[in-house]
């Protein structure tokens, strides 16, 4: 019988917790149970193994993530989407060391709860380069473009990649900008 009070949604949480406090290559079935204060086999109740677990934390960071972006884009546009929608980006890899990896795992075929969060995430960076008349192959174009750079920054930034004395935070205002003047010219190029 599980144990009282725990549950699968809580479960995947306590693990994106330790995910995030110890990295999620650390993060192990048994570590988890600890945390939680079970015996390891107590979890089988609530997840079917590390693979289930890792995928339903991917399904969670990821509709975090997507809940994130979607709010900083809602009644914005142009420039102002895109740097909220980017901070927000940024300050979640920041805030969730170990979940932010999860959210780059692209959903296997057939999960439909883990491809409708990955659907979620992509429609706020398309909502914010409506802003911009993008739309059809130019919002993919522009939407990897982006992705790419904003997920280098990030852990480039997380490494500890940007030893330079110019504060990061001025670097990726610049690359927002950047990528503001890229997106208004796009169409025409």
Sequence with gaps: ??????????????????????GLERLTLAALAARLGVALPSLYKHVG???DLRRRMAVAATAELARR???AVAGRSGLDALTAMAEAYRRYAVEHPG?????QVAPAAGDAEHEAEAERAASAVFAALRGYGLEGDDAIDATRALRAALHGFVLLEAGGGFGLSRP?????????????AAFAAWRAG
């Design 1 to 22: 019988m599980p144990r009282a009070g725990l549950t699968p949604a809580i479960v995947v949480e306590r693990g994106l917790d330790l995910a995030d406090e110890g």
């Design 49 to 51: 193994g590390l693979d």
């Design 69 to 71: 972006l979607g709010e």
């Design 99 to 103: 979940g932010y990896p999860l959210t």
């Design 168 to 180: 990061p935070g001025a670097s990726f205002e610049r690359m927002i900008a950047g990528f503001d």
